[in-house]
């Protein structure tokens, strides 16, 4: 049985606190549309940067779109459900990091060094 009284359950309830479908959707609403407002800041940057190319746009478009979803989505997920793997996912990726890091090392470091020494010794002509 609870310890509440008969009246807590729905008479005692601010109006403020009434249901609001986008506040239920969007956690944060407030941060939600700063994202948004960067992400399209960074489409408007993008058009400039490409030459006015639509497609290119719309193409990312696209990705900020699922994005969001699945920002939405994720963000609607209950820690309970993914607290199991949550240490077998943290392993797993710092696992994977050290061995790009150290595949990196040994594929670019020969190559890194003889770009920057044909960078370093190599002169420009003029167009005098």
Same mark, same amino acid.
């Given at each position: 049985?609870s310890?509440?009284?008969?009246?807590?359950?729905?008479?005692?309830r601010? =109006? /403020?606190?009434?249901?609001n479908?986008?506040r239920?959707?969007?956690?944060?609403?407030?941060?939600? #549309?700063?994202l948004?407002?960067?992400?399209i &800041?960074? #489409?408007?940057?993008l058009?400039s940067s490409s %030459?006015? /190319?639509?497609?290119?746009?719309?193409?990312q478009?696209?990705?900020? $779109?699922? %994005? =969001?979803?699945?920002?939405?989505?994720?963000?609607?997920?209950?820690?309970?459900?993914?607290k199991?793997?949550?240490?077998? /996912?943290?392993? =797993?990726?710092?696992l994977? #990091?050290?061995? $790009?890091w150290?595949?990196?090392?040994?594929?670019? @470091?020969?190559?890194? %060094?003889l770009?920057?020494v044909?960078? #370093? &010794? /190599?002169?420009q002509?003029? @167009?005098?």
């Amino acid at each position: 049985m609870s310890n509440r009284n008969p009246l807590d359950y729905s008479l005692n309830r601010p =109006l /403020s606190k009434a249901y609001n479908p986008i506040r239920y959707l969007f956690k944060d609403v407030i941060l939600y #549309l700063c994202l948004v407002s960067i992400l399209i &800041f960074g #489409l408007a940057m993008l058009y400039s940067s490409s %030459g006015q /190319s639509v497609a290119m746009v719309i193409r990312q478009s696209v990705y900020v $779109f699922f %994005g =969001l979803v699945l920002m939405t989505f994720i963000s609607h997920l209950k820690p309970d459900s993914y607290k199991n793997i949550l240490m077998h /996912s943290y392993w =797993l990726g710092l696992l994977l #990091l050290i061995m $790009f890091w150290s595949f990196l090392q040994a594929a670019t @470091l020969p190559v890194g %060094g003889l770009i920057l020494v044909s960078f #370093l &010794f /190599s002169r420009q002509k003029s @167009l005098d």
